[in-house]
């Protein structure tokens, strides 16, 4: 039977590109922050704050020590657990039923999340896309022994080669910088999405950038029907010359994030 995709796996950052948790993420912060005696941000500042690690962020945003960080970061997930993992959590539009439809045609998917791994699983569970993966990768609790996207994404891989996973030509669909830069680390190419929460020059040095799920589904499975005229299926390896971008080009200037861009966050 023939392949329906140019891929033989498919890895999914989850923050801004399968799930929008921006609001809760908004709240905890506030409370975070204040209780901590730092400024909270604002909705258009959230951008600061979403990609790295919330231990990493603490830092670099509000100038806490790694020793101010770390009970930074207990005190937010402890809000976060009591305001429970899902709560206020939508999917971009078209995303979960893609996730379906990439399983029905047998590619092999994974989440590759810098999110503490327990919250994946939980926001996973809760849209019924568990059972289209075939593993379930995100960060460590402590979000400083398994965080980094490149340690991430070599994890999902590694997950999904033990599962008996072809992974000789995978891809990264993702919404920040991390995520290029991260894959780039283990020769994965990124399917960049603009409904995430990032700047526009993030997507510089990404296999392909999509607006919407159609134009995204046309990049993973071969011969399905799209509202709009379908992009090329970019090369599979990583070393393969890069496709013409979709969308806006990687190179073009950087405007501040629009309303919609603020939909999207690490929580």
Known sequence: MPSRSPWTCVL???DGTIVDASDGILRRLTIALEHFGKRPPTRAELVHWIGPPMYESFQVNVGMTPEQATEAVAFYRGLNKTDGYTTGAKLFPGIGELVTDVAAAGIPQATASSKPEVQVVALMDHFDLSTSLTAIVGATPDEKTLSAKADIVAEALRRLAAAGVDTSRPVLVGDRHHDVEGGAVHGVPVIFVRWGFSWPHESEGAQA?????????????????????????????????????VGTPAHDAAPAPSGDAVDAAHA
């Open 12 to 14: 999914w950052d989850v």
């Open 209 to 245: 950038v999509v607006e919407n799920a159609d134009q995204l589904r046309a990049l993973l499975l071969f011969g399905t029907p799209t509202h709009e005229a379908a992009p090329e299926p970019v090369g599979t390896p990583a070393h393969d010359a890069a496709p013409e971008h």
